[in-house]
């Protein structure tokens, strides 16, 4: 159970990653060229959905200690290694 | 059982589907879905193992220390539903250089691996200095509506969009 869990989630998640056909190079390359909005879509309802849920479990206290889930916020850190990630979500298209 | 054949769901049925995914993740175990620090994790394990010496000089293996983690085995479970997902679609192809790609540079194998291991590079040192990828700050950074996750987000399409411009321009592939 306790390797069977996270290995089960990850399932579940490969599984939806490539039915939406976010794990083609193309679906990649074109949202970043503003001609194919699956990952906007997948993406924005992903943390929508789970946005709402989240929020209603902490305010019922099923979520305790909400920081662990939370980054620190290291500006230059995130623009650079930021920019650096996108640049090679381009190159490789995943 | 069509939907399970089927080559493409609706990406707003499939993100809604994560979002649910995200809080089993989060009350079941604790975790938020991410991916890239599990290439942390594998790589600690081998630094340890090949080069300890040099290992025990690297403080960020005291905050990732080298074990397989939830994380790991999650991205571990993602290669299976990957897999699982497309043998049921029938949507497995061995392609190693994309249609878009040759269409723009041509059929040089040797540019498009080239292109890939840089890119990957790029995507895995990048994801660790910015604190997690497009899942681990975009998704759940993002749902949690963490600073550092939108403003990663932010800066993961600000890179890509030029990048994808830059090497592809505006046509229509």
């Known amino acids: ?94 | 059982m069509s939907f399970l054949t089927k080559k493409r769901w609706s990406p707003y049925v499939g993100g809604a589907l994560l979002g649910i995914l995200e809080l089993v993740a989060v009350y079941v175990s604790h975790h938020a879905l991410g991916a890239s620090s599990a290439f942390t994790r594998l790589a600690g394990i081998f630094e340890k193992k090949f080069f300890p010496s040099h290992f025990v000089t690297l403080k960020y293996y005291h905050y990732y220390k080298p074990y397989i983690d939830w994380t790991t085995l999650a991205v571990l479970g993602m290669f299976i539903g990957g897999y699982i997902s497309a043998r049921l679609s029938n949507d497995i192809k061995f392609r190693l250089i994309p249609k878009m790609w040759s269409k723009r540079f041509g059929d040089n194998k040797l540019l498009r691996i080239v292109a890939a291991i840089v890119g990957g590079i790029f995507v895995g040192f990048g994801a660790r200095m910015a604190g997690g990828c497009t899942s681990g700050q975009g998704i759940s950074g993002g749902a949690f509506l963490s600073v550092s996750g939108w403003l990663a987000i932010c800066f993961f399409f600000l890179g890509g969009i030029i990048t994808a411009f830059l090497l592809f321009g505006n046509k229509d592939y």
């Open chain 1, 1 to 94: 159970m306790h390797y069977l869990t996270p290995i089960l989630i990850g399932i579940v998640f490969g599984f939806l990653l490539q039915r939406i056909q976010i794990t083609k190079f193309e679906t990649i390359v074109n949202v970043l060229r503003f001609k194919d909005f699956t990952v906007i879509k997948f993406m924005m309802s992903a943390i929508v959905v789970a946005m709402v849920g989240l929020y209603i479990m902490i305010e019922a206290g099923m979520i305790p200690n909400i920081l662990r889930y939370i980054s620190p916020v290291r500006i230059a850190a995130i623009a650079v290694g930021g920019t650096i990630f996108g640049v090679g979500f381009a190159l490789l298209g995943g």
